[in-house]
């Protein structure tokens, strides 16, 4: 079966095959490049794809607008993007692969930072806005739409007047290093139930978890 997909405002439309492109998906950890952002809060999607590439021996190689590896797992091809933008401009980084790619929008899934959950909090949700943060703006903008996938990882809000920025860019506290490893593991559990369950499934089965 084939079936058409328009990814962005300029009307662009590709014919493909609806078998093979519901079985891609694009994985999208956000964060900005370079050593002093590397242990940083605000990189946790990028964290988190370094782990699962850890974990099954991936290698990420640089490409145009980031860096990616691909996973294969049941049947599915798990592109792992880590946009080279910074993370205000992630939307176009996004979008060149979902394009080039030819994946559907419901395949897209944004792992990102929130200071609005406790530390290490998952939640996957469908739609929403992007909370203020700029690398969901901008992803909203060149997607010209709310509706699409993101895993939020919880950093907290323990931070004080005026301190937020420092807090944001700042490395993980020793406490939070030692637990993170398992919320590490949560993570790639989610991605690929994401890819294999559903969404739907995936909500139910990780969200508060």
Same mark, same amino acid.
């Given at each position: 079966?084939?079936?058409?997909?328009?990814?962005? #405002?300029?009307?662009?439309?590709?014919?493909?095959?609806?078998?093979?492109?519901?079985?891609? %998906?694009?994985? =999208?950890?956000? !964060?900005?490049? !370079?050593?002093?952002?590397?242990?940083?809060?605000?990189?946790?999607?990028?964290?988190?794809?370094? %782990? *699962?590439?850890?974990?099954?021996?991936?290698? %990420?190689?640089?490409?145009? *607008?980031?860096?990616?590896?691909?996973?294969?797992?049941?049947?599915?091809?798990?592109?792992?993007?880590?946009?080279?933008?910074?993370?205000? *401009?992630?939307?176009?980084? =996004?979008?060149?692969?979902?394009?080039? /790619? #030819?994946?559907?929008?419901?395949?897209?899934?944004?792992?990102?930072?929130?200071?609005?959950?406790?530390?290490?909090?998952?939640?996957?949700?469908?739609?929403?806005?992007? !909370?203020?943060?700029?690398?969901?703006?901008?992803?909203?903008?060149?997607?010209?739409?709310?509706?699409?996938?993101?895993?939020? %990882?919880?950093?907290?809000? /323990?931070?004080?007047? !005026?301190?937020?920025?420092?807090? =944001?860019?700042?490395?993980?506290?020793?406490?939070?290093?030692?637990?993170?490893?398992?919320?590490? /593991?949560?993570?790639? /559990?989610?991605?690929?139930?994401?890819?294999?369950?559903?969404?739907?499934?995936?909500?139910?089965?990780?969200?508060?978890?």
């Amino acid at each position: 079966m084939y079936k058409f997909f328009n990814f962005f #405002k300029k009307s662009q439309t590709f014919k493909i095959d609806e078998t093979d492109s519901m079985k891609k %998906f694009l994985i =999208v950890g956000l !964060g900005n490049i !370079g050593a002093k952002y590397h242990n940083t809060r605000h990189n946790i999607g990028f964290k988190v794809l370094d %782990f *699962l590439a850890d974990k099954e021996s991936l290698t %990420f190689t640089t490409d145009k *607008l980031g860096d990616l590896t691909t996973y294969k797992f049941k049947g599915r091809t798990f592109i792992l993007l880590k946009p080279s933008t910074f993370m205000n *401009l992630s939307g176009k980084s =996004v979008m060149y692969w979902l394009t080039k /790619e #030819k994946i559907p929008l419901e395949n897209l899934l944004i792992i990102t930072d929130d200071l609005n959950l406790p530390f290490g909090s998952i939640r996957l949700k469908t739609k929403g806005s992007d !909370g203020g943060h700029n690398g969901l703006k901008d992803i909203q903008d060149k997607l010209n739409t709310t509706k699409y996938n993101r895993f939020r %990882f919880g950093i907290s809000d /323990e931070f004080s007047t !005026g301190r937020q920025v420092d807090y =944001v860019l700042g490395d993980w506290s020793d406490e939070e290093n030692k637990a993170l490893t398992e919320r590490l /593991e949560k993570s790639v /559990e989610l991605i690929k139930s994401f890819g294999t369950a559903g969404i739907n499934n995936t909500m139910s089965s990780f969200n508060g978890k």
